[in-house]
């Protein structure tokens, strides 16, 4: 759901195993306190492993943490450091990412001191729920935010919200 073929966006050639950068994931994230439920740790090792899988093997070190309540607003976050001689696509490439895993209305936005590329776009599920999921991809990490609950306004917020969540995890 989260992994939006994050693998795609990389160069295809022999991947080096260091990578450039890394994430950490804090106890608090957007005012939100990180869930430590059975149930949201076992969702947030499976978007690691979903992440990690779709990389196919551009990403290491994938942390992945949920963020807030089900019943109320929460986000997701899963990302990793980029392999040593992988580099990022460009935005077109991230949009499409989004576009090919069912997501609407997905637009480019600026991707904040950090650079790279973000683009998100918005999905209705099953459940009538709006997720907002946004990608980013630059020259140190790699990963996805998945807002939900309303815990980000729009996808313009979303985007702003991915670049505080970058500026926090990134490293």
Not at 37 to 65: M, P
Not at 107 to 114: Q, Y
């Amino acid at each position: 759901m989260i992994a939006a073929a994050v693998g795609g966006y990389f160069a295809q050639h022999q991947i080096s195993p260091a990578p450039k950068g890394s994430i950490t994931l804090p106890r608090t994230l957007l005012s939100l306190p990180r869930a430590t439920s059975a149930g949201a740790n076992r969702v947030a090792s499976n978007l690691k492993n979903d992440e990690a899988t779709s990389s196919r093997g551009r990403l290491s070190n994938v942390k992945a943490g949920i963020y807030g309540s089900p019943t109320g607003a929460w986000f997701a976050v899963a990302a990793g450091g980029i392999c040593g001689n992988c580099y990022a696509k460009s935005p077109s490439v991230v949009k499409k990412g989004l576009v090919n895993s069912g997501y609407s209305n997905v637009r480019a936005f600026p991707a904040g001191s950090k650079g790279g590329s973000l683009a998100c776009g918005s999905k209705l599920t099953g459940a009538a729920t709006l997720l907002l999921h946004c990608t980013w991809v630059d020259k140190m990490t790699a990963g996805d935010v998945l807002y939900a609950g309303g815990s980000a306004s729009g996808l313009a917020g979303a985007a702003a919200k991915t670049n505080q969540v970058r500026a926090a995890v990134e490293h």
